[in-house]
């Protein structure tokens, strides 16, 4: 069974910058479009930077221009970098295929606070 495995998550002052990472067992990171989501407390997921296998992206309007998604497939990984992160961006970020999805991993929290 493919497993998730989403990191690099920690607590941040506004303006801090993460890298968050996702990988899986196989090749599924690197065989499929792959978003990045994420879900804020009381707050339904949502789905925040997206790049396809071609490496064609895609953001949501609230991290364009912050954020920046990336993926290496010799590595079987995704990055996600997030600069200049704000209170509102505060949430579990998940990873999942963009179109094709399977079981959700942990998620990697994410803290944004003064």
């Known amino acids: 069974q493919v497993q998730l495995v989403e990191s690099g998550g920690g607590f941040v002052q506004p303006g801090g910058s993460l890298r968050l990472s996702c990988t899986a067992s196989?090749?599924?990171?690197?065989?499929?479009?792959i978003g990045w989501y994420r879900q804020a407390p009381g707050k339904q997921r949502e789905l925040v930077a997206a790049?396809?296998?071609?490496?064609?992206?895609n953001y949501a309007d609230s991290v364009k221009g912050r954020f920046t998604i990336a993926r290496d497939n010799a590595k079987n990984t995704v990055y996600l970098q997030m600069n200049c992160l704000q209170p509102e961006d505060t949430a579990v970020y998940y990873c999942?295929?963009?179109?094709?999805?399977?079981?959700w991993g942990q998620g990697t929290q994410v803290t944004v606070s003064s």
């Open positions: 196989g090749s599924f990171v690197s065989t499929y479009a």
């Open positions: 790049i396809s296998t071609g490496g064609s992206v």
């Open positions: 999942n295929g963009r179109f094709y999805r399977i079981t």
